[in-house]
């Protein structure tokens, strides 16, 4: 039996379910395929930065993104008392001062920075915000084969035949759909094996907190009780899939911290690499791929999640109004154009962080310079900006347009009191105007306010009148 949709995407993870989402807002029939028969709870991304902020903002689960971070900030954050310096992460684990950093207004939204939000439980929020839109979730199917012609494409999996006329591949760094249509993935070898887990700890009271550089690699320990990171730099895992156990994380653990802390008990544990790549083609033909099917690199700075939430947002409006017959298909073309040098920024700053982290001395001496400038007041900022993620700038500017032009729309205030975002959750186009306009319609809500400008549903200012 063959079931068909419109559009099928591939992989339910926070990338999936935002693009589903996407869809179905703009009445597209669009299905979730998904491997796993649960929702994924191992310990991976903890926070998101601002763009995907202020995605969330855009589509009205940003208040709920914020109850759970009150709650999991709650869970292993002390008040501080005293003037002494807060710490607010890290660049190649070098630790960055807040009290340095001058931090730009809240100009996309409540949340200016990022947002701390385990990964599963942002994943939650977006699934039954899809739910809510009407997007089935198929679990349990194992995609097995992609095969595209002229008018659609089929996905095979485990449990049958599924037919659409477009099909987002967001099934992950090791993605079906993106070799099963032979799209190119360059980019560098690994050189290092990562661990991260929520552990039982013993005998740990030599351990220090925090982010440590050592002869034999890199560690952390915190924030939350019993997170513990580790980075070694001695090749890849012979087995990335093999289970992490207790002793594998004691032992690396001990290794590079030189300490003897025990591992007594795993609740979660993953293991990584730097495999750092980006591919040839966002779109090839009838299949488009999104999230870390298109781009992966290590996790340092937290910005994959980012990344993939804002391809989601980019790619979704554009499919929508293509499908519906809107738009023509050299619109999807403009996705790979304007989502590449984010995804390419990001690749290069974690393979600077890897390079500053080895452990030999001429790297020692370099990151004590690079520590030494990030105890400053313009290196603390500079580093908060690469790390808020990579700015959205839409190469859609003309001579003589305004700066804001491809970029998202700064917060605003309309004339009735309400921000500029929370305008746009039914996914429309959104146009401001300083004073009596044409009358929404359909696609394109018009409100007056301060400044004219016409946004798109992911947010990028399309046009902007400076004078108005």
């Given at each position: ?264 008990a795993v609740h979660s544990a993953t293991r990584w690499t730097d495999n750092t790549r980006q591919v040839d083609a966002y779109r090839h033909g009838r299949v488009l791929l999104a999230g870390d099917a298109a781009h992966v690199h290590p996790p340092f700075g937290g910005q994959g999640l980012g990344l993939g939430l804002s391809d989601a947002m980019n790619l979704g409006w554009k499919l929508a109004a293509v499908v519906r017959g809107r738009e023509p298909e050299s619109l999807l073309d403009t996705y790979d154009a304007e989502r590449r040098p984010a995804a390419a920024a990001v690749l290069e700053l974690t393979r600077a962080q890897v390079a500053l982290m080895r452990p030999d001395p001429k790297t020692i001496a370099l990151r004590r310079f690079v ?98």
């Amino acid at each position: 039996m063959t079931t068909t949709h419109e559009v099928l995407v591939v992989g339910g993870g926070p990338v999936g379910l935002l693009t589903a989402a996407e869809l179905a807002l703009a009445g597209v029939d669009v299905a979730v395929l998904e491997r796993h028969t649960e929702p994924d709870r191992t310990i991976k991304a903890g926070s998101v930065v601002a763009t995907a902020v202020h995605a969330l903002d855009r589509r009205g689960l940003l208040e709920r993104g914020l109850e759970v971070q009150q709650r999991f900030m709650a869970g292993f954050v002390r008040p501080t008392t005293g003037p002494g310096p807060r710490f607010a992460g890290h660049l190649a684990g070098i630790p960055l001062r807040l009290d340095l950093m001058d931090l730009p207004d809240a100009g996309h939204g409540p949340v200016p920075m990022l947002l701390a939000i385990p990964q599963h439980e942002l994943e939650a929020i977006l699934l039954d915000h899809a739910t809510a839109l009407g997007v089935p979730v198929h679990r349990g199917l194992t995609t097995t084969g992609v095969v595209e012609s002229a008018s659609g494409v089929t996905v095979a999996t485990d449990r049958g035949e599924w037919t659409a006329s477009w099909v987002v591949g967001a099934d992950g760094g090791r993605s079906v759909v993106r070799r099963a249509v032979g799209v190119g993935f360059p980019g560098t070898d690994p050189e290092i094996t990562g661990r991260q887990a929520l552990v039982d700890l013993a005998d740990a009271d030599d351990l220090e907190s925090g982010w440590q550089h050592g002869p034999h690699g890199v560690w952390c320990v915190g924030p939350q009780p019993g997170r513990i990171l580790t980075v070694e730099f001695d090749g890849p895992p012979a087995d990335r899939d093999a289970p992490v156990t207790a002793e594998e994380l004691e032992k690396s653990l001990q290794h590079v911290s030189g300490t003897r802390a025990r591992v007594t008990a795993v609740h979660s544990a993953t293991r990584w690499t730097d495999n750092t790549r980006q591919v040839d083609a966002y779109r090839h033909g009838r299949v488009l791929l999104a999230g870390d099917a298109a781009h992966v690199h290590p996790p340092f700075g937290g910005q994959g999640l980012g990344l993939g939430l804002s391809d989601a947002m980019n790619l979704g409006w554009k499919l929508a109004a293509v499908v519906r017959g809107r738009e023509p298909e050299s619109l999807l073309d403009t996705y790979d154009a304007e989502r590449r040098p984010a995804a390419a920024a990001v690749l290069e700053l974690t393979r600077a962080q890897v390079a500053l982290m080895r452990p030999d001395p001429k790297t020692i001496a370099l990151r004590r310079f690079v520590g030494d400038a990030l105890a400053t007041r313009p290196g603390a900022t500079a580093a908060a900006r690469l790390l808020a993620g990579p700015e959205v700038h839409a190469p859609i500017a003309q001579p003589g347009d305004d700066p804001l032009v491809g970029r998202l729309a700064p917060e605003t205030v309309l004339d009735d009191g309400r921000r500029l975002a929370e305008v746009a959750r039914d996914g429309r186009w959104t146009r401001v105007v300083t004073a009596d306009g044409p009358a929404s319609d359909e696609r394109t809500t018009v409100v007056r306010g301060p400044r004219a400008m016409l946004v798109r549903p992911d947010g990028v200012v399309a046009s902007a009148d400076p004078e108005r």
